[in-house]
C-alpha cells in the first residue's frame, strides 16, 4: 500500500469515528429528554397523591434530586459508551501499514538504469589483442605514455630506428571528448591480425558506428568490432617488438583493462616505407551528442534514498576499472631498415574526461517518489549517434615500397 491509500483509510476510519460520536450525542440528548419528561410525570403524580404540602415538597425536591441523579446518570453512561467507541480508534493502528512504503525498494527498479548497459557490444573490450607480433626487430620502442588522464595522451614516439622510414604522422588526434558516461567497459577486441606478409592492403574498416543508442539502456551496440584483418601479406618480417609500454593511466577509472598484447607476427622484412600520414585527427567528438548525462536529472526526483537498499547493486557500474594498462609490449623493434622515423604522434586526445562524474550525478538516494519522472532518461537518446564513424579515415597511406599500401580506410 502507498503512503496515500494509509492516510486516505486513516481519514475515513476518523469520520467514521466523528459521525458516531456524533450520533452518540444526539442519543444522549434524546436519553435526557426522555428521563426529564419520566421525572416531570413523577413529579406530577406525587404532586396530586400527596395531601399535605409539606410531603409535597419534600417529595418534589427527592423527585427531583433523583432528577439531578438521572441525567447525572444518563450523561456518564454516554460518555462511556462513546469512549468505548473510541477504542475503534485502534484501527489508527493500521497506520502501521504505512511500513509498506518499505515497498519503495522496489526503487531497485532503478537497476534497470543498470540497462544504461552500453550492452558493451561496443566490445572496445580494449584487449586490443591485436595479435600482431610485430616483431619488426627494430627499436620500435613507442613508449606511449598513453596516459589518459581523460586525455590518453599516447605520446608514443614510435622511434623504431629501422629504415622502415615510415614518416607516418599517425597524429590521430582522435578527441574522443565522451563526456559522457561511457560505461563501455570497452573491450575493443581489435584481433588485427596484423600478418603483414606484403601488400598490407590493411583496409580495416574499423566502422566503429557504435550507435550509441542510449535511450536509456544506452545498449550502445556499437560493434567497435575492429577486426581489421590487415592482413598485408608481404615479407614485412620486421620482427618489431614495439613496446609500447602505454601507461593509459585513464584517471577517468576508464582503466579498461585491455592488455594490448599486439602478439602478431607482422614479419615484414620490407622496406615499410610507411609515410602513413594516418591524421588520424577524427575527432570523435561523440561526447556533444552523448551529453545524455545531462538530461538524466531524473534523478533530481529520485529522493527514494530511504529504502533505496537496492541501490547496492547500482555500485556494480562504479567497478568500470578495466585497468586497460593497454600494454601493447608487442615490442616492434624491426631490426630492418626500418627507419621509421614516423612520430606516430597518436596525440589521440581521447580526452575521456568523461569524468564518469554520472555517478555522482545518480542522486537516486532523493525522491525516487517522482520515479515517473525518470522518463527522461529518455532524453538519453542521444541516440548514440555516437556514430563514431568519426571517419577515422585515417587512410594511413603506408605505401611501404615492400607494397605494404595499408590503406586501413579505419572508419
Known amino acids: ?68 441523579l438521572g441525567l447525572t446518570g444518563s450523561k456518564v453512561a454516554g460518555e462511556i459508551e462513546s469512549s468505548s467507541e473510541l477504542e475503534s480508534s485502534g484501527e ?97 577486441e581489435s584481433s588485427s591480425e596484423l600478418e603483414s606478409s606484403g601488400e ?25 568490432e575492429s577486426s581489421s584483418e590487415l592482413e598485408s601479406s608481404g615479407e614485412l618480417e620486421s620482427y618489431g617488438e614495439l613496446e609500447s609500454s602505454g601507461k593509459l593511466e585513464s584517471s577517468g577509472e576508464l582503466k579498461s583493462s585491455g592488455e594490448l598484447e599486439s602478439s602478431g607476427e607482422l614479419e615484414s622484412s620490407g622496406e615499410l616505407e610507411s609515410s602513413s600520414e594516418l591524421e588520424n585527427s577524427s575527432e570523435l567528438e561523440s561526447s556533444s551528442e552523448l551529453e545524455s548525462s545531462s538530461e538524466l536529472e531524473s534523478s533530481s526526483e529520485l529522493e527514494s534514498s530511504s529504502e533505496l537498499e537496492s541501490s547496492g547493486e547500482l555500485e556494480s ?40 562524474e554520472s555517478s555522482s550525478e545518480l542522486e537516486s538516494s532523493s525522491e525516487l517518489e517522482s520515479s515517473s519522472e525518470l522518463e527522461s532518461s529518455s532524453e538519453l537518446e542521444s541516440s548514440g549517434e555516437l556514430e563514431s564513424t568519426s571517419e577515422l579515415e585515417s587512410s594511413s597511406e603506408l605505401e611501404s615500397s615492400g607494397e605494404l599500401e595499408s590503406t586501413s580506410r579505419r572508419r
Open 317 to 356: 557500474t562504479s567497478e568500470l576499472e578495466s585497468s586497460s594498462e593497454l600494454e601493447s609490449s608487442s615490442e616492434l623493434e624491426s631490426s630492418g631498415e626500418l627507419e621509421s622515423s614516423g612520430e606516430l604522434e597518436s596525440s589521440s586526445e581521447l580526452e575521456n574526461s568523461s569524468e564518469l
Open 92 to 188: 489508527l493502528e493500521s497506520s502501521s501499514e504505512l511500513e509498506s512504503s518499505s515497498e519503495l525498494e522496489s526503487s531497485s527498479e532503478l537497476e534497470s538504469s543498470g540497462e544504461l548497459e552500453s550492452s558493451g557490444e561496443l566490445e572496445s573490450s580494449s584487449e586490443l589483442e591485436s595479435s600482431s607480433e610485430l616483431e619488426s626487430t627494430g627499436e620500435l620502442e613507442s613508449t606511449g605514455e598513453l596516459e589518459s588522464t581523460g586525455e590518453l595522451e599516447s605520446s608514443g614516439e614510435l622511434e623504431s630506428s629501422g629504415e622502415l622510414e615510415s614518416s607516418g604522422e599517425l597524429e590521430s588526434s582522435d578527441e574522443l571528448e565522451s563526456s559522457g558516461e561511457l560505461e563501455s567497459s570497452s573491450e575493443l
Open 200 to 224: 598490407l592492403e590493411s583496409f580495416g574498416e574499423l566502422e566503429s558506428t557504435g550507435e550509441l543508442e542510449s535511450t536509456g539502456e544506452l545498449e550502445s551496440s556499437g560493434e567497435l
Open 1 to 68: 500500500m502507498d503512503a496515500a491509500e494509509v492516510l486516505e483509510n486513516l481519514l475515513r476510519s476518523i469520520s467514521r469515528l466523528c459521525t458516531m460520536l456524533k450520533e452518540l450525542s444526539e442519543k444522549t440528548v434524546g436519553l435526557e429528554a426522555k428521563i426529564e419528561s419520566l421525572t416531570s410525570r413523577c413529579c406530577c403524580k406525587k404532586d396530586e397523591s400527596m395531601n399535605s404540602p409539606r410531603d409535597a415538597i419534600k417529595q418534589k425536591e427527592n423527585v427531583n434530586s433523583e432528577h439531578e
